[in-house]
């Protein structure tokens, strides 16, 4: 198993940015990611990166957020810009130790965007 820690969140006006990282306690050779949970909904992707850079992308956040990630940190980023509100959830880091493992989450961190 896997520990993430996540930091980053914070508030923020609409139009503003955040950048969050997670950290990794060893090596990642599967997918790494970020997910979120706006209070009364389901957890949904939002970005995933292989290991080899592949992207993809909610469409929700396409053009707005980078996902990008520093194998030899074990560390995974996501750029948020032009934050919405409709932005605001618990983001959780999320990544796969290889490609068959389960996915291991961290504990989460907010981003609040204010209107």
């Known amino acids: 198993q896997v520990q993430l820690v996540e930091s980053g969140g914070g508030l923020v006006e609409a139009g503003g940015s955040l950048r969050l990282s997670c950290v990794a306690s060893?090596?990642?050779?599967?997918?790494m990611g970020w997910y979120r949970q706006a209070p009364g909904k389901q957890r949904e992707s939002v970005a995933t990166?292989?290991?080899?850079?592949?992207?993809n992308y909610a469409d929700a956040v396409k053009g707005r957020f980078t996902i990008s990630r520093d194998n030899a940190k074990n560390t995974v980023y996501l750029q948020m810009n032009t934050l919405k509100p409709e932005d605001t959830a618990v983001y959780y880091c999320?990544?796969?130790?290889?490609?068959?493992?389960?996915?291991?989450w961290g504990q989460g961190t907010q981003v609040t965007v204010s209107s």
């Open positions: 060893g090596m990642i050779f599967g997918t």
């Open positions: 990166i292989a290991r080899d850079g592949t992207t």
């Open positions: 999320a990544a796969k130790k290889v490609s068959w493992s389960a996915l291991d």
